[in-house]
């Protein structure tokens, strides 16, 4: 059974500092991982999309990395602004095999920038 | 639409009526999610929707959870007799399920908050 964990629960940080949330996941057999954020009151937004055959990806000041065979993924942020402040979400979505094809969220990175 | 549509954007209800709650999902996504979020807790699958049929509705929590959608388009979520542990916030996601595309972005809507007295 998937089960994906995020570390730290929450993070504080100065503005302009860059930053690095992680995310792990059970079961290396993906098929892609998407991180999100979401905004209080709101629906998530994704960020970014890395297949299982990717590295990376980079979206602006975001670069997400992908190592499947450690069942690890990690979102770089550089130079934090306040407007980052959120909560960031990684989810999985597993391979055919597993014959679902749900995406199995994280509980999420509380991130706060400092003004 | 612009984006997914969700609504009521709030509903409250009391113990044992029955609530349905719609998702409008960007036109042309062929690929709709439904999830369910606590009060401070992660997101938690409820069923998904290729079309019109349901491959996979492993996360229906009982059998007084019921979706359907029609047109390939819209969705309903139907929870009868509605308890008090039913209260969260349910969210409903589309995208185009493209294989290996950047078009498997997931689109959410801004949820329904459910609020069973």
């Known amino acids: 059974k998937q089960e994906v964990t995020q570390i730290p629960a929450a993070l504080s940080v100065p503005e302009g500092e860059n930053l690095v949330l992680n995310c792990s996941f059970t079961?290396?057999?993906?098929?892609?991982l998407q991180w999100f954020r979401q905004d209080p009151g709101k629906g998530l937004t994704s960020l970014l999309l890395i297949q299982s055959s990717q590295r990376e990806q980079t979206s602006g000041r975001l670069n997400a990395s992908l190592d499947k065979s450690s069942g690890r993924s990690t979102l770089y942020i550089a130079a934090s602004q306040p407007g980052d402040s959120a909560t960031y979400l990684c989810a999985v979505r597993s391979d055919s095999t597993s014959g679902t094809y749900k995406y199995i969220f994280g509980t999420g990175t509380r991130l706060k920038v400092l003004a | 639409g612009a984006g997914v549509s969700q609504s009521p954007s709030n509903k409250v209800t009391e113990k044992g009526k029955d609530v349905e709650l719609r998702c409008d999902p960007i036109?042309?996504?062929?690929?709709l999610y439904w999830y369910r979020q606590r009060l401070g807790q992660g997101l938690e699958f409820l069923i998904y929707f290729q079309g019109n049929s349901a491959p996979d509705k492993s996360g229906l929590p009982s059998d007084r959870f019921s979706a359907e959608r029609t047109g390939e388009s819209v969705s309903t979520l139907t929870i009868q007799r509605t308890q008090q542990e039913d209260s969260a916030v349910y969210l409903c996601?589309?995208?185009?399920?493209?294989?290996?595309?950047?078009?498997?972005?997931?689109?959410f809507g801004s949820g329904t908050q459910l609020s069973v007295l």
């Open positions: 036109s042309g996504h062929t690929a």
């Open positions: 079961d290396s057999a993906i098929y892609n």
């Open positions: 996601a589309s995208s185009l399920d493209q294989v290996f595309s950047e078009n498997e972005k997931l689109f």
